[in-house]
């Protein structure tokens, strides 16, 4: 089961199955917490938080003024059509965003923001920025934090 391109295990006092010991405990718990820190910030958008995600990827889409695929959004997210498809409709209802068939293949489904969606996107600016200032985190800290994130999300993404 040992993987052998592994380290060696840890010392045998060190309890391995202790919770405080699991980076995946730490990861999930982080993530909680964080999360929870945006709510108040994202109210004031009256967006959730994974909301707040699909507005940021169509913002940084909205340079080339093409709308974006459902499916280019969920593998941006890293979610499946399911969870994302429900979140979009909440976003068309409130007239953020409007979902089109393609012209071209009636399967796919595009996603554009709408002017009020557009409008959003300077509201929206100070929340990071506030999220920051909250957690008394400084901008090369925190992308420090991304980078090793990031590294980290690859090697999970790659490893079979």
Same mark, same amino acid.
């Given at each position: ?56 990827? +169509?913002?940084?889409? $909205?340079?080339?003024?093409?709308? !974006? *695929? ?7 997210? @890293? %979610? ?54 909250? +957690?008394?985190?400084? $901008?090369?800290?925190?992308?420090? !934090? *991304? ?7 690859? @090697? %999970?993404?790659?490893?079979?």
């Amino acid at each position: 089961m040992r993987n052998e391109s592994c380290p060696p295990e840890a010392p045998a006092n060190e309890n391995l199955l202790a919770l405080d010991n699991q980076v995946c405990f730490a990861l999930y718990a982080v993530n909680r917490a964080v999360t929870a820190r945006y709510r108040p910030l994202l109210a004031e958008l009256d967006l959730t938080y994974p909301q707040y995600l699909v507005m940021l990827v +169509l913002w940084e889409a $909205a340079a080339t003024d093409q709308p !974006l *695929r459902v499916s280019s959004i969920g593998e941006r997210l @890293r %979610l499946d059509s399911g969870t994302l498809t429900p979140l979009l409709r909440r976003l068309e209802q409130r007239g953020l965003v409007s979902r089109r068939r393609s012209l071209e293949d009636e399967r796919v489904v595009m996603v554009a923001l709408t002017p009020a969606g557009e409008t959003m996107r300077e509201q929206a600016r100070e929340v990071p920025v506030r999220l920051l200032c909250e +957690l008394g985190v400084t $901008a090369d800290q925190a992308a420090r !934090l *991304r980078e090793d994130l990031r590294r980290l999300l690859s @090697r %999970l993404e790659t490893v079979e």
